[in-house]
């Protein structure tokens, strides 16, 4: 898939896709898992895509000062995180800037959370038509809305729109929202991916003109 002229806008989450931040990610997620939940040995990889309100109502419902105590944890992980652009992101995000597209972040990540993607790289600004975050939509993915919503900021109608997406949650939500869909298998191998995506890449150096 090289043509990219016929669509308008393209909606990328953050985590996996613009930022190699997942197996950081998955270390805390992972020892909050072992912790709270070893019944789960698979909590870390569970949990991906969804936003912190989503966890805590699914696994620590009703224990408000143990949740905080999480965040805490979180805020203070995420000051010393490194935030590595995925390979090529930042060329073929600009390339499509060049070609007219529009381009948003539709990530469930929260405000405090950019602010330390800002920290690190304060050209997100400028690569981006639009940031949305968790604040910004009611239903999270795997619902469609955040991405229905990113195509409407980008006054797109949802089949104009290119969807960059890595964890399942994410996949769904794109394509439930009409958008062509390209998964990538930063997080999730590709047999998963596959099934939920138009068009697979490991990274955007797959991607011409970057190969």
């Known amino acids: 898939m090289t043509d990219f002229s016929r669509f308008k806008a393209a909606l990328f989450d953050l985590d996996g896709v613009v930022l190699d931040t997942e197996g950081q990610y998955s270390q805390f997620w ?17 949990i991906k895509g969804q936003t912190l309100v989503q966890i805590y109502d699914r696994w620590f419902a009703g224990q408000d000062e143990l949740q905080a105590r999480i965040t805490q944890r979180l805020d203070a992980y995420e000051q010393q995180m ?3 652009y995925i390979k090529g992101a930042r060329s073929f995000i600009e390339h499509l800037r060049q070609m007219g597209l529009r ?19 304060p050209e997100l600004h400028d690569l ?22 990113g ?15 890595d964890s399942i949650n994410g996949l769904k939500a794109g394509r439930a929202s009409g958008a062509y869909v390209v998964g ?4 999730n ?23």
């Open 82 to 84: 490194a935030f590595p």
């Open 103 to 121: 381009t948003a972040v539709v990530t469930s990540s929260n405000v405090p959370k950019m602010q330390q993607a800002y920290q690190a790289h």
């Open 189 to 211: 191998p590709r047999e998963a991916v596959a099934p939920l995506a138009h068009y697979v890449i490991n990274d955007f150096t797959d991607l011409e003109p970057f190969k």
């Open 128 to 149: 981006f038509d639009f940031i949305l975050t968790s604040e910004d939509f009611q239903a999270s993915k795997p619902d469609p809305d955040c991405y229905l919503l």
């Open 184 to 187: 990538l298998t930063t997080t």
């Open 30 to 46: 992972g020892a909050i898992g072992h912790e709270f939940h070893p019944e789960e040995p698979r909590f870390g990889q569970l």
């Open 151 to 165: 195509a409407r900021k980008c006054q797109a109608k949802p089949e104009e729109c290119l969807v960059f997406e």
